[in-house]
């Protein structure tokens, strides 16, 4: 936390370059949290870069009263909401139809045993097309947790919400999944 | 249903305390109803921590660089275009102040009738070139057709130059 705020600084004094080692560290979970937010791998990761992009030119107005990952996933949560909205996407596909020509996504290795592999990956098909089918404001609270493992607090401060309506919202997802996938997983 | 069973949802959203938290655990193993809700909130969280994450490719952040060095000179060309602009303009209004309107009036009509006066030359040259041309191959219609294309690539070389100089670096 602390070097980083060093290495805003770095930015901010003229070391561009620097604003790399930024990108780096959280390239990972702002795309997966765009590409799970709007279910087309090429588009989540050129909005990624736009976020990225976005940080850069705002980072003057970064104030460290909250966390740097906090400010740019509200930058990154502002941006993807436009792009649903212009896009008027209520529900995403992953993998959607009507793209087959787009860059499919690359998943990690999830080092998982061959046996292991196949009722795991039927049972996660299940679940990422559940999630896809979330209202946005369940939607998000549950990728930000699940899947780019936010605690609650962070969730909080992104939303601007207190931390049991977070809460609250979590459980209610979970429980309108649980309803979705009755006797499935 | 007994009263403790309320405390499922608060159980659930991680809401009670230690003391009640081990209340309701102790609980679980005598009721059916809320021991099978908790085992299938447990299995619906397995399941979302193991979505798997996608990742991203290699030269994610070097593109994500350019595209902020693209904007930075971008930025930079505007302010060597403002400040030329505004240069240009001071030293004129100085130079009116100073050596008043008529003077630099006189001036400015003999830089731009020199301008007029080479552009007229060239387009003399040109001319003279070109009827050369015209007068030396006898093509019949065919001479048009050379005049025609010559001067569309004079005009294309042109619109090239001005796009060079011009380049908008997006
Ligand atoms: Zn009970």
């Given at each position: 936390?602390?070097?980083?705020?060093?290495?805003?600084?770095?930015?901010?004094?003229?070391?561009?370059?620097?604003?790399?080692?930024?990108?780096?560290?959280?390239?990972?979970?702002?795309?997966?949290y765009?590409?799970r937010m709007?279910?087309?791998?090429?588009?989540?990761?050129?909005?990624?870069?736009?976020?990225?992009?976005?940080?850069?030119?705002?980072?003057?107005?970064?104030?460290?009263?909250?966390?740097?990952?906090?400010?740019?996933y509200?930058?990154?949560r502002?941006?993807?909401i436009?792009?649903?909205?212009?896009?008027?996407?209520?529900?995403?596909?992953?993998?959607?139809?009507?793209?087959?020509?787009?860059?499919?996504?690359?998943?990690?290795?999830?080092?998982?045993?061959?046996?292991?592999?196949?009722?795991?990956?039927?049972?996660?098909?299940?679940?990422?097309?559940a999630v896809?089918k979330l209202p946005e404001e369940y939607r998000e609270v549950i990728i930000m947790y699940h899947v780019d493992g936010l605690k609650y607090e962070e969730i909080s401060d992104i939303l601007g919400l207190p931390i049991g309506t977070v809460k609250n919202r979590i459980f209610r997802a979970r429980k309108m999944l649980k309803d979705m996938?009755?006797?499935?997983? | 249903?007994?009263?403790?069973?309320?405390?499922?949802e608060d159980?659930l959203m991680e809401n009670?305390?230690?003391?009640?938290?081990?209340?309701?655990?102790?609980?679980?193993?005598?009721?059916?109803?809320?021991?099978?809700?908790?085992?299938?909130f447990?299995?619906i969280e397995?399941?979302l921590?193991?979505?798997?994450?996608?990742?991203?490719?290699?030269?994610?952040?070097?593109?994500?660089?350019?595209?902020?060095?693209?904007?930075?000179?971008?930025?930079?060309?505007?302010?060597?275009?403002?400040?030329?602009?505004?240069?240009?303009?001071?030293?004129?209004?100085?130079?009116?102040?100073?050596?008043?309107?008529?003077?630099?009036?006189?001036?400015?009509?003999?830089?731009?009738?020199?301008?007029?006066?080479?552009?007229?030359?060239?387009?003399?040259?040109?001319?003279?070139?070109?009827?050369?041309?015209?007068?030396?191959?006898?093509?019949?219609?065919?001479?048009?057709?050379?005049?025609?294309?010559?001067?569309?690539?004079?005009?294309?070389?042109?619109?090239?130059?001005?796009?060079?100089?011009?380049?908008?670096?997006?």
């Amino acid at each position: 936390m602390c070097d980083e705020l060093k290495v805003i600084e770095r930015v901010l004094n003229g070391d561009t370059d620097a604003f790399g080692i930024l990108v780096k560290r959280y390239e990972k979970q702002i795309v997966n949290y765009v590409f799970r937010m709007i279910g087309n791998y090429q588009d989540a990761l050129e909005l990624s870069q736009e976020v990225f992009l976005k940080a850069y030119l705002a980072l003057k107005s970064y104030k460290s009263e909250y966390s740097f990952s906090t400010w740019l996933y509200k930058i990154a949560r502002n941006r993807t909401i436009d792009f649903i909205r212009k896009k008027k996407l209520n529900t995403v596909s992953i993998e959607g139809k009507g793209d087959e020509d787009g860059l499919k996504p690359q998943y990690e290795d999830s080092g998982l045993r061959p046996d292991e592999v196949y009722e795991k990956k039927r049972r996660a098909v299940l679940v990422e097309k559940a999630v896809a089918k979330l209202p946005e404001e369940y939607r998000e609270v549950i990728i930000m947790y699940h899947v780019d493992g936010l605690k609650y607090e962070e969730i909080s401060d992104i939303l601007g919400l207190p931390i049991g309506t977070v809460k609250n919202r979590i459980f209610r997802a979970r429980k309108m999944l649980k309803d979705m996938l009755e006797g499935e997983v | 249903m007994k009263k403790i069973c309320g405390l499922l949802e608060d159980y659930l959203m991680e809401n009670l305390d230690e003391k009640n938290r081990k209340l309701f655990e102790s609980h679980l193993d005598e009721c059916e109803s809320c021991r099978k809700s908790v085992e299938a909130f447990s299995k619906i969280e397995q399941s979302l921590n193991s979505i798997p994450k996608v990742s991203v490719p290699e030269g994610f952040s070097a593109s994500v660089m350019e595209k902020i060095y693209e904007r930075k000179e971008k930025v930079l060309g505007w302010y060597v275009y403002g400040i030329v602009a505004f240069l240009s303009f001071a030293v004129s209004v100085v130079a009116v102040y100073l050596l008043g309107f008529d003077y630099v009036a006189a001036k400015v009509y003999s830089v731009a009738s020199t301008v007029y006066a080479f552009a007229s030359s060239f387009s003399v040259a040109l001319s003279t070139l070109s009827g050369s041309l015209y007068n030396s191959i006898d093509f019949g219609g065919l001479n048009g057709v050379v005049l025609t294309f010559v001067f569309v690539m004079i005009c294309f070389g042109f619109a090239k130059s001005v796009k060079i100089f011009t380049r908008e670096v997006k």
